[in-house]
């Protein structure tokens, strides 16, 4: 028999969102945070320019907002120091300086798990100090460790998507070192996919023997794990991840719906050549790349970016409406607000057939319908179709000889890629824990001492099938996940469940 820890830990560390659940061995239970957030965070981080305790979660993203509503954007000439020049000539010293935003009051990080593996982002610039990637992360780990009330002894598992975006190697490390620093130093990965596969069958008491995909589509990674259910135990057959999530779908949006209400697409001028009206067109191509990563769009505030724009306002018509919205968007430092309303309206066909971008400070409502929605996703439905074939190749299991789908991860909601996957494989498509069911498989691995497949050489596309893990379950009581404002078999809150 083995030797179970008094409590089984899982902490999701997310793209987007991060969750934490507890397995005493019969019940599951999520971590309550704060009230606005209860058990899901979202993976935020704010720092203000005047040094004081960071900000964590969904108190982040509220108090940058607060900091920034009907602030201007100005920014001023900074001095970098001086650079030296040695020639045939004799030395010559140039003067460096940079434009900064020197009123800005904090810095807002979002989606910090998606820099883990580009071994190019070592440190940040943060006002007048430069942090170490690890140290932006280290608080988001200790705000959701301090919800559990971990003691230095005790260990935990957190999740890991099957492939980091980036170097994996790099990754875990990073990862595992804000760990450390955050008072969580006996941490053990374990796959996020194999992980809400787990969650997945300890929910099922009269589940049925067969094949299964696991599919966890988040804000920044698709995982995918193909396992096979036999009696008492499952076995791993294949895992495999892609750097494809809601994020990018946000962007996309972004771009193709929100961009034409900035101006792009606006005739500027036309001329006659040979006969021939030609149109010249306004783009967006030198703004979009600060735009759509928002924490970069308060350096479009320089007079190069926003002298065209105030030309084109002054034109008057129709184009200017648009030209005088993107002037806004820059200057009020809004392309985040922005991001947040096409999640929004994102979030909202999954449960509705058409609604809007909405966003009234520079008067936005652009309308968008599913069917509209689902055409812009062409090209992410075709990578998720390749995934999943991918994924059954590796194991060996044909299309027909899958059992169900099973689905977690905000974005594995949206109805197209419901959808794709009933199309692709004509089965069941099975929605587990959207948001909580990942956690919740790490803290019942952890108490049951699973082994990550990863470390056995389970199956991945591109690699060589190796050998397949089996685990065993059949010691385990019947156990349930019990919801928000029910019952609770021990106390969880701001403390350490007992």
């Given at each position: 028999?083995?030797?179970?820890?008094?409590?089984?830990?899982?902490?999701d560390?997310?793209?987007?969102?991060?969750?934490v659940?507890?397995?005493?061995?019969r019940?599951?239970?999520?971590?309550?945070?704060?009230?606005?957030?209860?058990?899901?965070?979202?993976?935020?981080?704010y720092?203000?320019?005047?040094r004081?305790?960071?900000?964590?979660?969904?108190?982040?993203i509220?108090s940058?907002?607060?900091?920034n509503?009907?602030?201007?954007?100005?920014?001023?000439?900074?001095s970098?120091?001086?650079?030296?020049?040695?020639?045939?000539?004799?030395?010559?010293?140039?003067?460096?300086?940079?434009?900064?935003?020197?009123?800005?009051?904090?810095?807002?990080?979002?989606?910090?798990?998606?820099w883990?593996?580009?071994?190019?982002?070592d440190?940040?610039?943060?006002?007048?100090?430069r942090?170490?990637?690890?140290?932006l992360?280290?608080?988001?780990?200790?705000?959701?460790?301090a919800?559990?009330?971990l003691?230095?002894?005790?260990?935990?598992?957190?999740?890991?998507?099957?492939?980091?975006?980036?170097?994996d190697?790099?990754?875990?490390?990073?990862?595992?070192?804000?760990?450390r620093?955050?008072?969580?130093?006996?941490?053990?990965?374990?796959p996020?996919?194999?992980?809400a596969?787990?969650?997945f069958l300890?929910s099922r008491?009269?589940?049925?023997?067969?094949?299964?995909?696991c599919?966890?589509?988040?804000?920044?990674?698709?995982?995918?794990?193909?396992?096979?259910t036999?009696g008492d135990s499952?076995?791993?057959?294949?895992?495999h991840?892609?750097?494809?999530?809601g994020?990018?779908?946000?962007?996309l949006?972004?771009?193709?719906?929100v961009f034409?209400?900035?101006?792009?697409?606006c005739p500027?001028?036309?001329?006659?050549?040979?006969?021939?009206?030609l149109?010249?067109?306004f783009?967006?191509m030198?703004?979009?790349?600060?735009?759509?990563?928002?924490q970069?769009?308060?350096k479009?505030?320089?007079?190069?970016?926003?002298?065209?724009l105030?030309?084109?306002?002054?034109r008057g018509g129709e184009?200017a409406?648009k030209?005088?919205r993107?002037?806004?968007v820059?200057?009020?430092?809004l392309?985040y607000?922005?991001?947040?309303?096409?999640?929004?309206?994102?979030?909202?066909?999954?449960?509705?057939?058409?609604t809007?971008?909405?966003?009234?400070?520079?008067?936005?409502?652009?309308?968008?319908?599913?069917?509209?929605?689902?055409?812009?996703?062409t090209?992410?439905?075709?990578?998720?179709?390749q995934?999943?074939?991918?994924?059954l190749?590796?194991a060996?299991?044909p299309?027909?000889?899958?059992?169900?789908?099973?689905?977690?991860?905000?974005?594995?909601?949206?109805?197209?890629?419901r959808?794709?996957?009933?199309?692709?494989?004509?089965?069941p498509?099975?929605?587990?824990?959207?948001?909580?069911?990942?956690?919740?498989?790490?803290?019942i691995?952890?108490?049951?001492?699973?082994a990550?497949?990863?470390?056995?050489g389970?199956?991945?596309?591109?690699?060589?099938?190796?050998?397949?893990?089996?685990t065993?379950?059949?010691?385990?009581?019947?156990?349930?996940?019990?919801?928000r404002g029910?019952?609770?078999p021990?106390?969880?809150g701001?403390?350490?469940g007992?």
């Amino acid at each position: 028999m083995p030797v179970h820890p008094p409590c089984g830990i899982g902490l999701d560390f997310g793209t987007s969102n991060s969750s934490v659940a507890l397995f005493d061995g019969r019940h599951v239970v999520g971590v309550d945070f704060t009230r606005a957030e209860g058990t899901v965070v979202p993976t935020a981080l704010y720092l203000r320019r005047v040094r004081g305790v960071p900000a964590v979660g969904q108190q982040a993203i509220d108090s940058y907002l607060i900091d920034n509503e009907n602030r201007v954007v100005e920014l001023s000439r900074e001095s970098l120091g001086e650079l030296d020049l040695f020639t045939g000539e004799g030395t010559f010293t140039f003067q460096i300086h940079a434009l900064a935003d020197k009123d800005m009051p904090g810095r807002l990080f979002r989606s910090l798990k998606r820099w883990l593996g580009n071994p190019g982002v070592d440190t940040l610039q943060v006002f007048e100090t430069r942090y170490r990637l690890v140290a932006l992360i280290t608080p988001i780990l200790q705000y959701l460790g301090a919800g559990v009330g971990l003691r230095e002894e005790e260990s935990l598992y957190l999740g890991r998507p099957v492939r980091f975006d980036g170097e994996d190697l790099v990754a875990r490390q990073r990862l595992a070192e804000a760990a450390r620093h955050a008072g969580l130093p006996r941490v053990s990965f374990y796959p996020e996919p194999v992980a809400a596969a787990v969650s997945f069958l300890h929910s099922r008491k009269d589940r049925p023997g067969g094949v299964y995909l696991c599919f966890d589509f988040g804000g920044g990674t698709l995982d995918l794990c193909v396992l096979k259910t036999t009696g008492d135990s499952f076995e791993i057959l294949a895992t495999h991840g892609v750097p494809l999530g809601g994020d990018l779908i946000d962007q996309l949006i972004y771009r193709r719906k929100v961009f034409p209400e900035l101006g792009e697409g606006c005739p500027l001028s036309d001329r006659k050549i040979d006969g021939s009206r030609l149109i010249y067109r306004f783009t967006l191509m030198d703004y979009e790349y600060e735009l759509l990563n928002w924490q970069l769009a308060y350096k479009l505030n320089r007079p190069n970016m926003l002298a065209p724009l105030v030309r084109y306002i002054q034109r008057g018509g129709e184009p200017a409406r648009k030209f005088r919205r993107l002037h806004a968007v820059i200057r009020h430092n809004l392309s985040y607000a922005v991001l947040r309303a096409v999640e929004r309206a994102k979030i909202e066909l999954t449960s509705q057939p058409q609604t809007a971008i909405r966003l009234p400070e520079i008067e936005l409502a652009v309308p968008i319908s599913r069917s509209e929605f689902e055409a812009l996703l062409t090209d992410v439905l075709d990578d998720i179709e390749q995934c999943v074939h991918a994924v059954l190749q590796c194991a060996g299991v044909p299309a027909d000889a899958v059992t169900a789908v099973v689905c977690t991860g905000g974005s594995s909601r949206i109805p197209a890629v419901r959808a794709c996957l009933a199309r692709t494989l004509d089965k069941p498509v099975i929605e587990h824990e959207a948001f909580t069911g990942v956690a919740a498989g790490l803290a019942i691995a952890h108490y049951c001492g699973y082994a990550s497949p990863l470390d056995s050489g389970v199956a991945a596309p591109a690699t060589r099938p190796g050998a397949r893990k089996t685990t065993h379950v059949s010691n385990l009581p019947d156990w349930e996940i019990l919801q928000r404002g029910g019952s609770r078999p021990f106390s969880v809150g701001p403390g350490r469940g007992k």
